[in-house]
């Protein structure tokens, strides 16, 4: 796990290329604060901040072939580069490192560019071919590990996070502002649109391969379903043989993903997933585990007793970071450094502070359990579809709108809403089945309401755009052919997770305390199984993950094994606005800051913090508003504003 950055092309700049490479992945140290190298020769440049996790002794990068026509700069890991290996000695290569890191040359020098689809693993990574004047960037299958890229002047600037393609003079951060307007819709922009004008990232399953005459990117893994008609066959197997067959590639998932020269922890929220991964390890591994997780003051985020449950019945080394509104408040700022984007949600930040954790005690990598719920229906909001497209078929109904009060226990300001409120909530779009955005109407369409705060400027700018049209329009030839739990599916697996799950709550967290994050669940192989079960073994009336969750009952105690989803959640605007509010949040909010950065309307945001100020918390709509206006004044003063005006920053040793 690594930082990386680099350029292909024809410098503009009349400076030693070396500076600059050094200033690019000293802006990302942090990445990989064990080790930094550089490679500059004409044309080419690749610079690397190195966390040593395989081979530490012989793994430096970039690393170069025997005969020194190929070079690569890699962020993350090849989790089945053992077999790689084996195989590739085989075929008569012979390596002089033990890393995951020479693999990679090795498999190009077999494979060329195609050397991706062998790879099981999390990783982004730059390769130059001497010989056949090749440049490749390639990200992993799921975009877990982030890679971003602009062009100038006729150069490719590419590196792990944006921060670092701020150190190239011709490169300067302009917040986008159709970038806001679609994490103001989605929470995330659309890949490979970022939050910076002319930066680009690449999307996950990608590659981008480069010559001096010409540039092509191009999908090499593609996320896909059943039809509709054969979505819920079986083909021979037993719902006992698709269990099986679950945990079988999961438990193998998990083996691989243990691979390491370094102590491997894990995350425990008390939920099923990271329980589900944990009791795996346990199983694997004997030695006792050590494991990691956030607490809350606030019954209503807290999950510690169910966390000390599920370490009681595993007997692992447990330590917990607790975190309350006010500590949210004081670390966001930095948590929106790393993010690099605008977030609607508070929730990075208690897992900023649980990578701190982490770090501070000695490790170096952890496994969660981020992608089940995608990957295996979890979330409300598949549950959520599920019934509104019951809803639909009698839209007059008010016996079946009353199921509706069996979702989100968990939210008791919506519990306490009228019928009529969660009936005109939940039937957003009811008229609109055919939609292939149905599933998801009523999140967008309560998050788009923070877009009531936009200046007149704003809107100016926007006029004619509809980021709802602009998701259409990304979504695959075959989606209008899937079920509906499957088009859901892909809704958060394609976009939601790399947009924001992956990357605003997992790398960049974990990452800005050196902490490589590893999810067993994303292993593509596991992902494609999934893919093909039938919708009704997902979600069995309304019981999540039903699939998942007969697969390994028997690892887990029954109190975790069948408890309900409970998304993990943060507290919002009294971590801004209550007691103990951080001073910065006047500043970022005062209506001549506001007015300066030109996306939102002085009095209205100011309105908006009244009320805030004069309520014990905001609803929905408002929290979303307020941390998102927030978030990105906090962007535009640490990057448009202060980067822009600042001197390159000085060269790290």
């Not at 999934?530 to 919708?535: F, G, K, L, S, T």
Request: aromatic fraction near 10%; include cysteine.
């Amino acid at each position: 796990m690594c930082g990386i950055a680099g350029y292909f092309g024809h410098l503009q700049s009349h400076e030693p290329p070396e500076l600059m490479l050094r200033r690019m992945a000293g802006a990302i140290r942090y990445r990989g604060p064990d080790e930094s190298g550089i490679h500059v020769e004409p044309g080419v440049g690749l610079g690397h901040a190195r966390l040593s996790i395989i081979d530490v002794e012989s793994g430096q990068q970039p690393m170069t072939s025997d005969d020194g026509d190929v070079v690569v700069t890699f962020n993350g890991e090849i989790f089945n580069f053992i077999e790689l290996r084996d195989d590739l000695i085989a075929r008569g290569h012979r390596f002089r490192t033990d890393s995951d890191t020479e693999v990679i040359i090795r498999a190009y020098q077999e494979m060329g560019p195609d050397c991706v689809t062998a790879f099981n693993g999390d990783f982004a990574f730059a390769l130059w071919d001497r010989r056949a004047r090749r440049f490749m960037l390639a990200r992993d299958r799921m975009g877990v590990r982030p890679l971003f890229y602009a062009w100038r002047g006729g150069c490719l600037y590419f590196a792990s996070e944006a921060k670092a393609l701020f150190e190239v003079p011709q490169i300067r951060p302009e917040i986008d502002p159709v970038a806001i307007d679609q994490t103001f819709t989605f929470w995330f922009p659309l890949a490979p649109r970022t939050a910076f004008k002319g930066v680009c990232t690449l999307p996950p399953g990608h590659v981008l391969v480069a010559t001096p005459s010409e540039i092509a990117v191009r999908r090499y893994w593609q996320l896909d379903y059943p039809d509709a008609d054969d979505s819920d066959a079986l083909d021979g197997r037993s719902e006992t043989d698709i269990a099986e067959e679950v945990r079988s590639l999961l438990t193998d998932a998990t083996r691989i993903r243990l691979r390491s020269d370094v102590p491997v922890g894990a995350y425990l929220s008390g939920g099923l997933d990271s329980s589900i991964i944990a009791a795996t390890v346990h199983r694997i591994v004997p030695e006792r585990l050590r494991t990691f997780s956030v607490t809350f003051d606030s019954a209503e985020f807290d999950e510690s007793a169910f966390q000390m449950e599920m370490v009681s019945a595993l007997g692992t080394d447990h330590m917990a970071v607790p975190c309350r509104g006010s500590d949210i408040g004081s670390m966001f700022p930095e948590v929106v450094r790393h993010t690099e984007q605008p977030i609607v949600r508070t929730a990075p930040a208690p897992l900023f502070a649980l990578s701190k954790l982490v770090r501070d005690s000695g490790f170096k990598v952890v496994l969660t359990g981020e992608g089940a719920d995608e990957v295996f229906a979890g979330y409300d909001i598949f549950k959520e579809a599920k019934l509104r497209r019951f809803c639909a078929a009698q839209p007059k109904s008010q016996r079946r709108h009353l199921l509706f009060q069996r979702l989100y226990p968990y939210l008791p300001a919506l519990k306490g809403q009228s019928q009529s409120y969660r009936s005109a909530f939940f039937g957003a779009g009811l008229d609109a089945v055919d939609d292939p955005l149905f599933s998801h109407l009523p999140r967008f369409q309560s998050t788009a309401g923070a877009k009531a705060f936009y200046s007149a400027e704003m809107r100016e700018e926007l006029h004619g755009y509809d980021a709802l049209d602009d998701l259409r329009a990304h979504l695959p030839a075959d989606f209008r052919r899937w079920h509906p739990l499957s088009q859901a599916q892909y809704l958060e697996t394609a976009h939601l997770l790399p947009g924001y799950i992956l990357s605003a709550q997992g790398d960049r967290m974990s990452m800005a305390h050196g902490v490589e994050g590893r999810f067993p669940f994303l292993d593509h192989r596991l992902v494609e199984c999934a893919a093909r079960i039938p919708p009704r073994l997902k979600i069995r009336g309304l019981r999540e993950k039903h699939i998942l969750r007969e697969a390994m009952a028997d690892i887990l105690p029954p109190s975790i094994g069948s408890r309900v989803k409970q998304p993990y959640r943060a507290p919002d605007s009294p971590s801004f606005l209550g007691e103990g509010a951080p001073d910065y949040v006047g500043a970022r909010l005062s209506p001549a800051a506001i007015a300066e950065a030109g996306f939102f309307a002085p009095r209205a945001v100011d309105k908006l913090v009244a009320k805030g100020r004069g309520q014990a918390s905001l609803g929905f709509r408002d929290n979303t508003a307020l941390v998102g206006i927030l978030s990105t004044q906090l962007l535009h003063h640490a990057f448009a504003r202060e980067v822009a005006a600042a001197p390159p920053a000085t060269a790290a040793a």
